[in-house]
T-cell receptor, first 112, second 115 residues
Framework: GAGVSQSPRYKVTKRGQDVALRCDPI?????LYWYRQALGQGPEFLTY????????KSGLPNDRFSAERPEGSISTLTIQRTEQRDSAMYRC??????????FGPGTRLTVT | AQKITQTQPGMFVQEKEAVTLDCTYD???????LFWYKQPSSGEMIFLIY??????QNATEGRYSLNFQKARKSANLVISASQLGDSAMYFC????????????FGKGTTLSVSS
């Protein structure tokens, strides 16, 4: 079956612009997670959802970052007024709610 | 304090040999899960193996096994009969508490397999 998909795969934006990153989880997966991964580091948690409810957003760095999953399936991570320090790989993962998380290919964000 | 510690930035092994990648963890929660993921140069994150804190036996998945030593808080990954395709970054991760919470990742170990 289809895995987790993310779009766009690459995004270059100018400082100060808003960006929206999309995640389409594996069909039927209850939980959806967003992580950010710097080069050469492990992913760092941003936020997660069970169905449409945002359960934990403690990893969001500041109020420029927000996420939603309005119908309990596709999720969007939005970064407003982007800054160069936001440049990273943004990864989405989904889980049937029990154990392992399945990761998408990521969106490489570059803020110039 | 680091929740997940991977002390080996890089490891080198020859084909067909076994290799152990170290991981120690820190948690006071009695219920937790430990995971290993592989990240090849293509960038994808591939789930390899899982060990629950209450599991009595070490987890195994094909050539991968997890050497779980609870008292020492270690969860080392053992890859038997290494293959060239095993060359990648390997991440150890922990979930604290019940299923459905976020994973905490270590900094990773780069494994290089030579012929």
């Amino acid at each position: 079956g289809a895995g987790v998909s993310q779009s766009p795969r690459y995004k270059v934006t100018k400082r100060g612009q808003d960006v929206a990153l999309r995640c389409d989880p594996i069909s039927g997966h209850v939980s959806l997670y967003w992580y950010r991964q710097a080069l050469g580091q492990g992913p760092e948690f941003l936020t997660y959802f069970n169905y449409e409810a945002q359960q934990d957003k403690s990893g969001l760095p500041n109020d420029r970052f927000s996420a939603e999953r309005p119908e309990g399936s596709i999720s969007t991570l939005t970064i407003q007024r982007t800054e160069q320090r936001d440049s990273a790989m943004y990864r989405c993962a989904s889980s049937p709610g029990l154990l392992e998380q399945y990761f998408g290919p990521g969106t490489r964000l570059t803020v110039t | 304090a680091q929740k997940i510690t991977q002390t080996q930035p890089g490891m080198f092994v020859q084909e067909k040999e076994a290799v152990t990648l170290d991981c120690t963890y820190d948690t006071s929660d009695p219920s937790y899960g430990l995971f290993w993921y592989k990240q090849p140069s293509s960038g994808e994150m591939i789930f390899l193996i899982y060990q629950g804190s209450y599991d009595q036996q070490n987890a195994t998945e094909g050539r991968y096994s997890l050497n779980f030593q609870k008292a020492r808080k270690s969860a080392n990954l053992v890859i038997s009969a290494s293959q060239l395709g095993d060359s990648a970054m390997y991440f150890c991760a922990m979930r604290e508490g019940q299923a459905g919470t976020a994973l905490i990742f270590g900094k990773g170990t780069t494994l290089s397999v030579s012929s």
